[in-house]
């Protein structure tokens, strides 16, 4: 039987890559994208695209049957800073889309899930720098805590029913192709957008606050090559750890100075500098390199590279 994938949540920051990737390697007429809405883009117009809420568990067994899926890439969430503005629908539609795919899993209608997880299950009791696999985690943001009791559901579905599930704990994004999405590492997207428009960036993190972060190219190779390894190397079934480059804003700036030399950045802190001291700083993630064989190719100079061209 073919691989035919439903990606749940495709328009967002991470599915709108992910999409591409995925119809590139399996054609297509085999991947499903589908969002709460439909926007005029890429992702709807090239390929088959469905509406769907990511909270109706008959909406998506319904496509699930109707396409003879079976794998799901569920990518639909509310982010770090905007689930702290609205934290009960964020548990509901982090919570709840999970528990469908897991019990669609459970019920043998689909044979592989991947469901994403972040830096955000750790807190600030958590030790910041190269935070190991297992640690303490107590997280203190709303999405942080949905992440981690997620990663617990998962690790219950696979014990006890069997179920396919694979996860990892993505570090911040960087893209140039999709705008910043309300995540607390979004600066490090938003300041190369500014950098050319303005020469400037006000910045809402301390100059030296290290955030573990990736560009998106790496997350998204990540995520299709742990779907591809055989199920016998995904040892850790709650979520991986994942890392490529840690830096703070005042590194990125000098980097984006090395191109675009009048650049300067301000920083004024908001809410966001208490959720991001929360987190590490940088990852150990040498279980997903032995596990899977996992590398990253980015680092901040080449990533500055890619980002300011092609935002140009």
């Known amino acids: 039987m073919s691989t035919k994938i439903l990606i749940i949540g495709a328009c967002g920051q991470i599915g ?10 399996y054609g297509n007429d085999n ?10 883009n890429d992702i709807v117009n090239s390929g088959i695209f469905e509406v769907v809420n990511a909270l109706d568990y008959n909406q998506i067994e319904h496509l699930i049957e109707q396409y003879q899926i079976t794998d799901v890439y569920l990518m639909a969430a509310l982010l770090s800073a905007t689930a702290e503005k609205n934290p009960a629908f964020a548990w509901d539609l982090n919570m709840n889309s999970l528990f469908h795919v897991l019990n669609l899993a459970k019920a043998k209608k689909i044979k592989k899930l991947f469901w994403p997880s972040s830096i955000a299950v750790f807190g600030p009791t958590t030790p910041r720098y190269n935070t190991p696999q297992y640690t303490i985690m107590e997280p203190t943001t709303v ?3 949905s992440k981690q009791a997620g990663e617990r559901w ?16 993505y570090p911040g994004l960087i893209s140039w192709s999709t705008e910043p999405g309300g995540g607390t590492t979004d600066y490090a997207v938003d300041i190369y957008h500014k950098a050319l428009k303005e020469g400037k960036y006000e910045c809402f993190l301390s ?11 790496d997350a998204i190779s990540a995520t299709v090559e742990i779907m591809q390894a055989p199920s016998e190397s995904i040892k850790i079934r709650s979520s991986y750890n994942l890392s490529a480059v840690s830096f703070a804003p005042t ?4 980097e984006i100075k090395k191109h675009i030399p ?22 150990d993630d040498s279980f997903a390199r032995d596990d899977w064989n996992w590398k990253h190719k980015f680092d901040l100079a080449s990533m500055t590279n890619e980002m300011l061209e092609n935002l140009k």
């Open 251 to 254: 590194e990125i700036a000098a």
């Open 143 to 145: 999405y942080g805590i």
């Open 31 to 40: 991947v499903i994208a589908s969002d709460i809405r439909k926007l005029n």
């Open 207 to 217: 100059e030296n606050t290290a955030l573990p972060m990736m560009y998106m190219d």
């Open 154 to 169: 998962c690790e219950y579905y696979h014990n006890v029913y069997g179920v396919d599930v694979r996860s990892i704990r």
């Open 16 to 25: 709108t890559e992910l999409t591409q990737k995925l119809r590139s390697i």
């Open 262 to 283: 009048n650049f300067s950045i301000s920083y004024k802190p908001d809410f966001r500098q208490k959720i991001a001291d929360s987190w590490p700083a940088s990852i």
